[in-house]
């Protein structure tokens, strides 16, 4: 059992940046993999980014790569999502998730996460 909450989410225009956090509740946050997911009004949730327990692996959809960087601070118990250069199409509600698989692997299936965030939006205006 874990929570997890979300903030930093807002309204900025195109190509400016936000900075969005995730807190983990429990002692365990180091064993999990974290990852970001994204859902738009009547569009599927996909796929932001995920990292490693230890940050040593990060993966990226294609269209944030170079722009968003995924990271951790696991003293912290704290998972971030630092988003450059947004584009009007990156608006959607944002939402942590955590991987308690002891595989190791970076999962980028909404199904192979355990524990989700409520969320929080993100608008991009142009």
């Known amino acids: 059992q874990v929570q997890l909450v979300e903030s930093g989410g807002g309204l900025v225009q195109a190509g400016g940046s936000l900075r969005l956090s995730c807190a983990a509740s429990?002692?365990?946050?180091?064993?999990?993999?974290m990852g970001w997911f994204r859902q738009a009004p009547g569009k599927e949730r996909e796929f932001v980014a995920a990292?490693?327990?230890?940050?040593?692996?990060?993966y990226y959809r294609g269209s944030v790569k170079g722009r968003f960087t995924i990271s951790r601070d696991n003293a912290q118990n704290t998972v971030y999502l630092q988003m450059n250069s947004l584009k009007p199409e990156d608006t959607a509600v944002y939402y942590c998730?955590?991987?308690?698989?002891?595989?190791?692997?970076?999962?980028?299936?909404?199904?192979?996460?355990?524990?989700w965030g409520q969320g929080t939006q993100v608008t991009v205006s142009s």
């Open positions: 998730a955590a991987d308690r698989s002891v595989v190791g692997l970076l999962m980028d299936a909404g199904d192979e996460y355990d524990y």
């Open positions: 990292i490693s327990r230890n940050s040593g692996s990060r």
């Open positions: 429990g002692r365990a946050f180091n064993s999990y993999n």
